[in-house]
Nanobody
Framework: QVQLVESGGGSVQAGGSLRLSCGAS????????MGWFRQAPGKEREGVAV????????VYADSVKGRFSISHGAAKNTVYLLLNNLKPEDTAMYYC?????????????????WGQGTQVTVSS
């Protein structure tokens, strides 16, 4: 059974940085892509960053371009999200997700597996 486990969330002041980690286990094949999503209270879950296993291509939401960076670990079942220059509006629960088949980068329903989430809180 595939499991995704996130870590690295926390509370920081605006302008600070965090690094989120996501480890996947139980896979027999490498996911097509892995992504980070976030959900703030009262809002829909939104895609933040995606990385494709085949070629390492990255896609970012406009709201985080230039501030967040997604990368693979040595094994492509590990993915990191570096969050720089954090803003209060980045406050949310951050989720790691993995997709086994091609689909939309930021459509949550196109992902097969999800972690439990890690909280990021940014104070002004």
């Amino acid at each position: 059974q595939v499991q995704l486990v996130e870590s690295g969330g926390g509370s920081v002041q605006a302008g600070g940085s965090l690094r989120l980690s996501c480890g996947a286990s139980g896979y027999t094949t490498t996911p097509v892509r892995m992504g980070w999503f976030r959900q703030a209270p009262g809002k829909e879950r939104e895609g933040v960053a995606v990385i494709y296993s085949a070629n390492g291509a990255r896609v970012y939401a406009d709201s985080v371009k230039g501030r967040f960076s997604i990368s693979h670990g040595a094994a492509k079942n590990t993915v990191y999200l570096l969050l720089n220059n954090l803003k209060p509006e980045d406050t949310a629960m951050y989720y790691c997700a993995a997709a086994e088949v091609p689909g939309s980068a930021f459509r949550p329903s196109d992902y097969n597996h999800w972690g439990q989430g890690t909280q990021v809180t940014v104070s002004s």
